[in-house]
């Protein structure tokens, strides 16, 4: 018990020393892995660095600001807008790249702060057990015996449409999936030893949560990660389309192809772009999910 | 059949917390900004906004046993005199919204259990993998591209179908089928997949289990294996996902029903947070609330019926 107790300090004095060295088999493990991967999830790969790289050089990319009225309405393809403009005169094609921005972006940051909110309290419930885990429990099972949709559609008629209100509460909503998934594959690691001996040694929660837990259950929380992202992604772009995401004159797939629908009953494509881009992205992560999801069970085996 | 209805108890308050975390210019939002102090108080005082949250809550669950969802805001601030009540906004297109997911579910069932049994029985080959990928495709695109892209395709390129989903009173069973048409096929294409998948999955999980084998080795056909010996106990997963869907389809067919303009409650639904119609958010919440507790519930319900070790527990 006393020669338990005291191998983790010892391994957390040896860590910082060792880390260069990790590190750098890290770099070449990882490079190792992905010339391994599967055609689908270097697709999957490629096309999200696209979006990414289309998301942080908005401005340098689009010919046009997203707000400019630079022509007349629904102009054809060709010419000086490669991929015309849109109901009020707008370049469709830079709409298309500050879009990847605004859409992206949104999505990404929902995520991000469902996932903060979502694992830390599926962790401290985990950990502490007794009447905190009840009481946070039970109230995201309430939350989630609404529909997701139809639940932010409530809140957004209460609290009105910004954008702050729009990432708070997708996020807030979206945290009950988190805190779900954190919380079980987290039970499985808190019965280990050494979160025992960690307890004993006087750690505090957040300590125990960071160094002892989350390491362990990185991998599926990663995952989980791509999935949410895609599906917080949809959400939006689903609210925008009815009008009640991100509203104009913000350049944002969903609002665009509502505002563009028209077209379609004429054979005009353009306002498939829009959801184009949402769909692809979104097969995209998947594969990646997918190929992460296989190679980290694999691993295991 | 008693945590199903606690949870629609909470959620009720829930919903009904919507109204008392109203911001203050909520009237003036209404009655736009010319109103004046006395008309803001006369509109708080008709729709109950000056009374204690509680005994709104109450008025309104006791009104709601009733069948009474209360009054559109919409419409109390109006002089007219022209009052419209929620349940009869809700009654009618409720109906209708029944009968586009009906028509969807009676389609997708059958049609993922077929895929999904068929996909278990020729895995891993060339039909599989590519009922794999386009139901990834159809999962991961937004429904509204799917929808626009069968409009594109069946309604402007080859007129075939028509694009918007208009039904009136007067038409007949088979002219209501044609219209909707789109919309329930768009609604297939969403919950099919997973459906599907998770079948598949079910099934396949099975298939390593020794009473496979056992069957397999005393000369058993392929399908008669998935069909008679891998699918009775594949049922409690299967039935769960297939609940889930029908859930989704609640969700989803709000998307679905303002693509085609179809006048369903999803719709309904969407203009009345527009116009930030509390009332009529509210009722159409919990309809929608209402109908994906029950299905869950149901789920839970064959799962355990499906399940003689459950169905007797010691």
Known sequence: ?301 | MGLGIATLFVVSIIISLAIQMLPGDFAKAILGQSATPETVAAFQHEVGLDRSPVVRYFEWVGGMLRGDFGESYASAGSLAGHRRMVAEMIEPRLLNTLFLAGAAALIAVPLALFLGVMAALYRNSFFDRAVNVVSLTSISSPEFFLAYILIMFLAVKFPIFVSLASITPGMSFLDRLYAIALPTLTLVLVIVAQMMRMTRAAIINLLASPYIEMSRLKGAKPLQIIVRHALPNAWAPIVNVIALNLAYLVVGVVIVEVVFTYPGIGQLMVDAVSKRDLPVVQGCALVFAMTYILLNLLADIVTIISNPRLLHPR
């Open chain 1, 1 to 301: 018990m006393t020669d338990n107790a005291q191998t983790p300090p010892e391994n957390i004095l040896v860590a910082p020393v060792e880390a260069p060295i990790r590190r750098r088999g890290k770099a070449t493990r990882l490079w190792r892995n992905l010339r391994k991967a599967p055609a689908s999830a270097w697709f999957g790969l490629i096309v999200i660095a696209i979006y990414v790289i289309t998301a942080v050089f908005a401005p340098l990319l689009a010919p046009h600001s997203e707000t400019e009225l630079v022509g007349g309405a629904f102009e054809p393809w060709g010419g000086q807008f490669i991929l015309g403009t849109d109901q009020l005169g707008r370049d469709m094609l830079s709409r298309m790249i500050y879009g990847a921005r605004n859409s992206v972006g949104i999505a990404f940051m929902t995520t991000m702060l469902s996932f903060v909110m979502g694992s830390a309290l599926g962790l401290a419930a985990a950990i502490s057990g007794r009447w905190i885990d009840q009481v946070l429990s039970r109230s995201v099972d309430v939350l989630m015996s609404i529909p997701q949709l139809i639940f932010a559609l409530v809140l957004l008629s209460i609290l009105g449409s910004s954008i702050t209100n729009l990432i708070l509460i997708i996020a807030v909503l979206d945290s009950t999936r988190v805190f779900r998934l954190s919380r079980s594959v987290a039970q499985g690691v808190v019965v280990m030893d050494y979160v025992e001996a960690a307890r004993l040694r006087g750690e505090k929660l957040p300590w125990i949560m960071r160094r002892e837990i989350l390491p362990n259950i990185m991998a599926p929380l990663v995952a989980e990660f791509g999935l949410r992202f895609c599906f917080v992604f949809l959400t939006i772009s689903a609210l925008s389309f009815l009008g009640l995401g991100i509203q104009p004159p913000t350049a944002d797939w969903g609002s665009m192809v509502r505002d563009n629908a028209a077209l379609i009953t004429y054979g005009d494509v353009t306002p498939l772009l829009p959801a184009g881009a949402i769909a692809l992205l979104t097969v995209a992560m998947n594969f990646v999910v997918d190929w992460f999801l296989h190679k980290t069970s694999g691993l295991r085996e």
